[in-house]
């Protein structure tokens, strides 16, 4: 095993973090059934299109929808890892409130033009699409206010997900008017860890040892649960009531029964279209209809 070569985080300390931020995904983590899957009510026609269109399986496109509710809820917990993971870092602090991260270094932190601070306040953004202009100018405002009151420091929004390595000025509208400031920047993670570090190449050294690191706390015993999903099971258990139809369209009634079991021609309609007389069938994709919600 290759040696330890992040100068600014024990590995001790970032394996704790990355274990962290994987019980951050706490439910996310916890078995999908039918009911859970079908919670935010499931679009059956775009399932369908999705699955004929990207000629996958059933089973493919439903793990591809687990997947994308899993992931939809998880930009929180990525946030967490690429905010607290400052807690470790020399001169920082992750406050309970006010601002994501601050940074403070009595020998003073250069800025791009010349000025020379001792504090940084940050916002953090996943994404750098992530802000409307309402979320920017509030931002920014709270960023103005920051400077006003102490004129020793700067005030960063440090996106995780830039559109390319960058320290600028940050350039936005308030009140309908282009403002900028040259203490109120816009930095890539890249250049923020730069910053901190003193080393160019600091957040390319954590991504080299980040996987790693990940498979290691995932492999731990009994420290992550892997979800046991049940979905599909479950929608071949009522595609099976369909009886006398070829999978597909059995299939396609389960989904369809997802989000329309209530709606007007379905239900009992739909069983007498399909030539279905039974009326235990009828029963049972009631009963389902009612477990649905």
Same mark, same amino acid.
């Given at each position: 095993?290759?040696?330890?070569?992040?100068?600014?985080?024990?590995?001790?300390?970032?394996?704790?973090? #990355?274990?962290?931020? +994987?019980?951050?995904?706490?439910? @996310?983590?916890?078995?999908? &059934?039918?009911?859970? /899957?079908?919670?935010?009510?499931?679009?059956?026609?775009?399932?369908?299109?999705?699955?004929?269109?990207?000629?996958?399986?059933?089973?493919?496109? #439903?793990?591809?929808? +687990?997947?994308?509710?899993?992931? @939809?809820?998880?930009?929180? &917990?990525?946030?967490? /890892?690429?905010?607290n993971?400052?807690?470790?870092?020399?001169?920082?602090?992750?406050?309970q409130a006010g601002w994501d991260v601050i940074y403070r270094n009595p020998e003073g932190i250069q800025m791009p033009d010349?000025?020379?601070v001792h504090t940084i306040y940050v916002e953090m953004k996943n994404k750098?699409?992530?802000?409307?202009?309402?979320?920017?100018?509030?931002?920014?405002?709270?960023?103005?206010g920051q400077i006003l009151?102490?004129?020793?420091?700067?005030?960063?929004?440090?996106?995780?997900?830039?559109?390319?390595?960058?320290?600028?000025?940050?350039?936005?509208k308030v009140d309908g008017k282009n403002v900028q400031h040259r203490l109120i920047r816009r930095?890539?993670?890249?250049?923020?860890?730069?910053?901190?570090t003193g080393d160019d190449e600091a957040f390319y050294k954590m991504c080299m040892a980040l996987p790693g690191v990940i498979n290691s706390v995932v492999n731990e015993e009994d420290s992550v649960e892997v979800p046991n999903d049940t979905v599909i099971d479950e929608l071949r258990n009522v595609a099976?009531?369909?009886?006398?139809?070829?999978?597909?369209?059995?299939?396609?009634?389960?989904?369809?029964?997802?989000?329309?079991?209530?709606y007007s021609g379905f239900g009992n309609k739909i069983i007498q279209r399909l030539g279905g007389k039974n009326e235990g069938m009828l029963k049972r994709i009631y009963e389902y209809a009612k477990r649905l919600g």
């Open positions: 095993m290759m040696g330890w070569n992040l100068d600014f985080i024990t590995e001790e300390q970032f394996k704790c973090h #990355v274990r962290a931020t +994987i019980m951050k995904y706490g439910e @996310k983590l916890e078995s999908y &059934d039918l009911k859970r /899957f079908n919670s935010n009510l499931i679009d059956p026609i775009k399932l369908i299109f999705d699955k004929s269109v990207y000629r996958t399986s059933w089973e493919e496109i #439903v793990n591809n929808e +687990i997947f994308r509710q899993r992931d @939809k809820s998880s930009n929180n &917990d990525i946030g967490y /890892f690429h905010q993971i400052f807690s470790y870092f020399k001169g920082c602090e992750v406050p010349g000025d020379i750098h699409n992530t802000m409307n202009s309402a979320s920017s100018a509030k931002t920014y405002i709270k960023m103005q009151e102490d004129d020793d420091c700067a005030c960063f929004l440090v996106e995780a997900i830039a559109k390319k390595s960058q320290n600028i000025k940050w350039a936005t930095v890539s993670m890249d250049q923020f860890y730069a910053i901190l099976s009531l369909y009886t006398d139809q070829t999978e597909e369209l059995s299939m396609a009634m389960a989904v369809y029964m997802l989000g329309f079991n209530t």
